[in-house]
């Protein structure tokens, strides 16, 4: 099977652009332009699952013979959404909140192939396990960070890391927002040959 001529990445997140180069693969970004509102009983996984779906199918349509890369991640604690605080306050409750917890991130990857229609998607969940955090500590860390884009408030691959005590996952690019394994296994199937 032939691979598509263009792979895509639905995406304009330095840190995805930075995994998606670890594959060594040529490839290019284009954020896709989706609204991303929770839909009314809508469950974690599936909003991850849509989601990267969605994203992957807004940049097909312009591009008919291409692979398209499509993600999405979310918080969950307590069986609580946590989506991007947006600000330094929205930011610290998510932390109080997840102070102590097991927080669940749920990243969602899709693949779409827009030459033949063919869809793969998958999603990756990675346990992060935090440790109790002060207010000064969550203050200091969020002056470092500034996660306000971010799932959750975290940033795992900055100073986000000193609020943990453990991670667990199948894939830890996942926590990252673009899972590796899965992905390379999607394109794989695709007809890409990757070491």
């Known amino acids: ?13 330095v840190h995805r652009i930075g995994l998606m180069e670890r594959l ?3 490839f290019r970004s284009q954020p896709p332009n989706i609204d991303e509102s929770i839909m009314d009983n809508e469950t974690p996984a599936a909003l991850v699952k849509r989601l990267a779906l969605a994203k992957a ?8 013979d291409a692979l398209v890369i499509g993600s999405d991640e979310v918080a969950t604690v307590n069986g609580q959404i946590l989506n991007k605080p947006g600000d330094h306050a929205g930011a610290v ?8 917890q097991v927080v669940d991130f749920l990243t969602g990857i899709c693949l779409v192939n827009s030459r033949t229609g063919h869809r793969q998607l998958d999603m990756v969940t990675v346990e992060v396990h935090f440790r109790v955090l002060t207010d000064a500590g969550i203050h200091r860390y969020l002056d ?4 306000y884009d971010c799932a959750g408030s975290f940033k795992s691959e900055t100073a986000g890391i000193t609020l943990v005590d453990r991670i ?3 894939d830890s690019t996942a926590l990252l927002g673009l899972p590796l394994i899965s992905l390379q296994r999607m394109l794989r199937n695709e007809g ?3 070491p």
Do not use: C, F
Request: hydrophobic share 45%; no cysteine.
């Open 168 to 170: 667990s996952s199948n």
């Open 93 to 100: 409750r998510q932390l109080r909140i997840m102070s102590g």
């Open 57 to 64: 199918l807004e940049v097909a349509k312009n591009h008919p």
């Open 1 to 13: 099977m032939a691979a598509a001529t263009e792979l895509i990445l639905a995406s304009s997140s």
């Open 144 to 147: 470092w960070d500034k996660p």
């Open 24 to 26: 060594r693969l040529p």
């Open 192 to 194: 890409y040959v990757i």
